[in-house]
């Protein structure tokens, strides 16, 4: 029996035991602690073992109920702007960093990482304190009208574009890895310009990756509850991840109205992933062949006009928020001001001295981010392969598991992992991992995948489908496929996916807080406990110093991928022509 | 992968100690468990948590607890959870011979939780280098003096502001608690998402005037900023915060160790020096001296009866949040 079923798995073809297998994994990972919160809107009793249904009035209550009709409409209309103008500043600064040889280009990279890393509290904290009516903005440069843009929907739109932007900056930074000059070389000789070039043969190529980093946007803003409950206090301005919040703060507590609204979060969401596919299946952008070289820059003089456009985003997206938290970190007293007198190092005393909290969680922390990262990664690439070379009969269903978690807020994402991993059935089997610092893991993984996938298909799309096909031909096994010809030629993406797990699993706050288990710090629970107690200076500085480490450690992977694999990551120049060697990507 | 698989090792090692009373609780997190170890000999590990993350994580956990204390503030979602069957009853603590008049009043009738200390949910707070005519009543902030500078918690989010709005609705009666809301709303009250958030609006100058918790207001005046503390004649709207029993836990013994250590008066005094903020209450045992810079001892507290604020809970905030937007 038990070999006939050996041999039955052993005449599946190799793609269709990774789709089984990426199935199953993501169907305990993400499906499953979702599906039973989704559950509750139709059938409240289901952890109890009660499958009644309860219809499907409350649906309709989404519509009646005042509150919610406005957190829908709040929640599209900020995230379809957000979606739009967090792409066209990622695209474009990716583009610009890529294309041309400009100073800052370094900053450029930094910035989208601690934008991406970083808390949405953090960021909206920095706003705040910018922005309010005695802030810097209006006592230190003498612009009083600040306040009235940031603390208004479009001014929410502007800060959570600069907070999103990365998503589509790095996946088209990644998409920009490979670079096949013929095509532009073809434009040129019919006598088009560089700009008509730009516009109509490297953008429409790159779409797939913009596509990407859109979807991304609109999603992460979505199901982002952090900075627009920050900020959207002065002209309420409730989104549907606030909504959520409150029905989940009612005593008894409403799972079920939770579990409506996150209905309407997945309609959303399945709306725009399936916008996503119907536009790149119109097209084709598997524009690499064996002429491809890693990287590409127009000239060598460095262009001043885009400089000074990369170095003033950066002061803007990055520097007012986290130059504001700087200041607050050497601080003593808030209220006096950033005088002589009132500077301190005591904040960065307390949270760095032998034996603290933050030292604790930040070890914690980064323990359970690598680990994510690195199986999230490896999840990740399996199913971009699956999703982009492979007719795999699952495969609408993975690319919408891999993008859900990223729509719903935190909080219900550890709601669903409880009645998931907490349910007495597993419990009695040993299986429980609630409780466990490795259920940590476990939502770092939920949570990374969806962002680590998108930058991997954005750059798998531009990969011919014959690449793989010749060498299967041959015979060549699928691990050995993946990993001299579609790792190759993805390296950069990948390094970018791992390193976006990382970096967003180290500060993830909300499905932390409501998972950690006793007895165990993390980072993004000690921050906020500081910052939600008025500690200030303690919380910027514990948030500053654990961003250089973890940024740091970014940088030196980084540097050290890109040494290890150097002709992958070779930048060529357009002209003159230099010694350039050319990657040879082999046809098998 | 080596590194990877010693990783694991060493996070597997540091799962928590199965055998530890767990606390959950949303106050004096980092002061609570070595005190009682020492008092008591019992291990303890606490989870700290926002009030709505706390009740959503207890909720969530109705199939198989993984807690065996609480420490809560807000005896609605206290007694609707006791109504739910998630407390021990019967409660009968030797400490609670050191109740006052004002402890006693807060002991629920099946004795599923005990009180554990009184804060006021809103006060009124008023910056004295902004304001002039300072509000007296609630029902001054309605004056279009004040239009635009009010703040105030979400109570659909923050644990203390519902007893807030709960306790107003209560004394005034349903119709005109709304009406009285009704006219703050219209005079462009800022809703803050918790209490922090409120009171650093009011410090920045942001706002004026704050319905705020009493410890966040009384923490204001001791760190210098320039406010002032209107307490009503009538009593402030105010919050009870209790210690209950996880009805299905083994560890009964040290739970109902822990319940009695609350009630003790040198543990009510520990707490009250040692808690910064939160150590502004009024405790529910005799013997207690307050903190020297909070509020006077003839203040009035006006807690809501759990069962209403309960029975009330979802209709009350349906309407706040509703009538907040825009």
Redesign the interface.
Known sequence: MMVRRFRRMRALKPDTLVGIAISLLLLILVAAPMGLVLAQAFFPGILQGDLAFSGISQLQELFQRRLWRVSLMNSLYLSSYTAIFGTLIGASLAIIRHQYPIKGATALDLCAWAMLIMPSFIIAQGWILFSIRDGIAAQWLGMPWVYDWVFSPQGLVAIMSFKNYPFAYLAVSAAMQWHVKEYQHAARLCGAGPMRTLLTVRLPLLLPAILSGMVLVFIDTLGDFGLPAALATTYRFPTLPYTIFTAMNQSPIRFDLAGVLSVYLMVILMAAVALYLWLLKRSRFDFLTAKAEAGFRSGRRVNKALSFVALAFVAIALGIPMGTSLMVSFIDQMNTGFTPGNLTLVHYQSVLQSGSLLREALGNSLQIALMAATASLLVSFLAAYLLTFSQFYLNGLINVICTMTLAVPGVILGVGFIFFWNHPLLFNLGLSLYGHPFILVLAGMAGAIPIAIRVLLGAMGQIPQSFMAAAALQGVSLPRRLVTILLPLTLAAFLSAGLASFGSSVFDLAVTSILHPPGYAVLPVVIDRMFLQGYYGLSTASTLVAATVTLGLIQATQLAVRNLFKQLFQVHSAEPPVNSLNIEVRHA | MKT?TA??A???G?????S?L?LYTNDFEDIIGDRFTADTGHEI?????????L???I??????P?WDVLLFD?V??LY??D??GMFMRNLAPENEQYLTEQGRSLVPESRAWMPAGTTASCVLVYRTDLVSEPPATFADLTSSAFKGVIGQA?P??AAPAYPCVASLHYDMGMDAARQLYSGILDNDL?????N??T???L????ISVAMLSSPNAYSMIQ?G?PVEVVWPEAGAPSSSRGVAVQASTDKTDAAQAFVNWMLSPATQQFLTENG??DGLFLSPVEGVNPLSYGPPAEAVYRVAPAAWA?EH??AI??WF??Q???
């Open positions: 990877v990783l694991c060493l996070l597997l540091n799962a928590a100690m199965a530890s767990v590990e606490v989870i700290q948590m926002s009030g709505g993350n009740l959503a994580r909720a969530a956990e109705a199939n198989n993984r807000g609605g979602s609707s959870m109504q739910q979400d659909a989010v800022r809703v803050f998402r918790t922090g958030p009171r650093r609006a410090s920045a100058g942001e760190s900023e910064g903020a309960a809970e979802a905030k349906s949040a509703d907040a937007v825009n």
